[in-house]
Every structure is written in structure tokens, then in C-alpha cells.
T-cell receptor, first 116, second 107 residues
Framework: NAGVTQTPKFQVLKTGQSMTLQCAQD?????MSWYRQDPGMGLRLIHY???????DQGEVPNGYNVSRSTTEDFPLRLLSAAPSQTSVYFC???????????????FGPGTRLTVT | GIQVEQSPPDLILQEGANSTLRCNFS?????LQWFHQNPWGQLINLFY???GTKQNGRLSATTVATERYSLLYISSSQTTDSGVYFC?????????FGTGTSLTVIP
């Protein structure tokens, strides 16, 4: 049971380049989400998914796309990287129950992205 | 979304001291979690505590949902407790994080 895994651990991009951050979980969690963490701040929600085929926007979705074709995977795409997207990105997953209450979240190790 | 405020923002303790960290939230929430971010950046689950009190070793947490706050108690602090402590509150499908309490425990 690997939990939540993220790749890569580090990435440097030039402005305008695109890339995909990978996230996978092996706990059969319905709910998955992406956050960014900037210095001195808490985590802010980018996008989330309540199940395969269903995604929605969080607090800071601009510049990012997501898709959820399987329960296990939830990739985050940067279409045209900007210096403002320099941050640490965390993926998380949890169960969701029929009452729509979200269970305990489990986080991946993070991806440190620098855009020059 | 809801506002989540944590206090104090910074805390320095002598090893062995006790401390209380506070998390206030602006509206009713479905659940509340506490995390520790260690110096390597890893987020570690401490408590999933929508209400009531839980204890795990030297750590305990209490959430009073009707008064919209949660407390994290650290007793007999150790240098390995250093890092940033975050609370996160959930409403609907979204989690909202506070800006954290940065704890430094000195030997």
C-alpha cells in the first residue's frame, strides 16, 4: 500500500512550457484534490474530483486543468507555465460517504515546481 | 468559502514545555483536520476531529463545533515536534486551510 504518490519531486520549467504533474493513490478513495502551497501560506485548493469522470474547481483554478479517467489517477496539467505558478504542489485523497461528508485526507509528498 | 484562522502564527518552546494551538473557523463545517508539516515538507495527519476530543500520545485535540474552534495540545514538547501545524476545515466538497502555526522547539 503506497498511499498517495506524486511525480516528479522537482521540476523546472520555462515560461510558456506545459507539463503534467502526476498523482496516484491505491486506497480506492473517491475524492482526490490538488493544492498549491506558497511561502508563508496555507494550502489552497486548485481542483478536486469526487469520482472518475467528475471534476470541479477550487479556490485557485486558473491556469490549471485536470481530468479523472480512473479512480486511481488524478493528473494536473499546466498548459502554459507562468512564474506565478512557482509553488509546491500537493495531491490528496480521501473517502467520501453517502452523506457527502468528507473523510480524513491523505497527502502525497509534494512536487516542487519552479517556473523561470 | 469559510475563513480559517490559526494562532499564534509563531511559537518558540523550550523542550519539555506544553503548548496550545488554536484554530477558529467562520462557519459550520463538516469536519476538521490537524496536520504537521515537518521540516522536509511532508504533511502528516495528526487528527481527524469534526467534534469532541481525541488523544494520541503527547498530542490531543478538541473541537467545539458549535463555537467554531478547535485546539491542539502538545505536551512535553520535543525537538521533533518542530515544524508548521495546519488545521483544515471542510464544507461541502472543499477544504480550507489556515496559514499555520510555526513551532520551534529548542533543546
Amino acid at each position: 500500500n503506497a498511499g498517495v504518490t506524486q511525480t516528479p519531486k522537482f521540476q523546472v520549467l520555462k515560461t510558456g512550457q506545459s507539463m503534467t504533474l502526476q498523482c496516484a493513490q491505491d486506497m480506492n478513495h473517491e475524492y482526490m484534490s490538488w493544492y498549491r502551497q506558497d511561502p508563508g501560506m496555507g494550502l489552497r485548493l486548485i481542483h478536486y474530483s469526487v469520482g472518475a469522470g467528475i471534476t470541479d474547481q477550487g479556490e485557485v483554478p486558473n491556469g490549471y486543468n485536470v481530468s479523472r479517467s480512473t479512480t486511481e489517477d488524478f493528473p494536473l496539467r499546466l498548459l502554459s507555465a507562468a512564474p506565478s505558478q512557482t509553488s509546491v504542489y500537493f495531491c490528496a485523497s480521501s473517502y467520501s460517504d453517502p452523506l457527502r461528508l468528507r473523510g480524513e485526507q491523505y497527502f502525497g509528498p509534494g512536487t516542487r515546481l519552479t517556473v523561470t | 468559502g469559510i475563513q480559517v484562522e490559526q494562532s499564534p502564527p509563531d511559537l518558540i518552546l523550550q523542550e519539555g514545555a506544553n503548548s496550545t494551538l488554536r484554530c477558529n473557523f467562520s462557519d459550520s463545517v463538516n469536519n476538521l483536520q490537524w496536520f504537521h508539516q515537518n521540516p522536509w515538507g511532508q504533511l502528516i495527519n495528526l487528527f481527524y476531529i469534526p467534534s469532541g476530543t481525541k488523544q494520541n500520545g503527547r498530542l490531543s485535540a478538541t473541537t467545539v463545533a458549535t463555537e467554531r474552534y478547535s485546539l491542539l495540545y502538545i505536551s512535553s514538547s520535543q525537538t521533533t515536534d518542530s515544524g508548521v501545524y495546519f488545521c483544515a476545515a471542510n464544507t461541502g466538497n472543499q477544504f480550507y486551510f489556515g496559514t499555520g502555526t510555526s513551532l520551534t522547539v529548542i533543546p
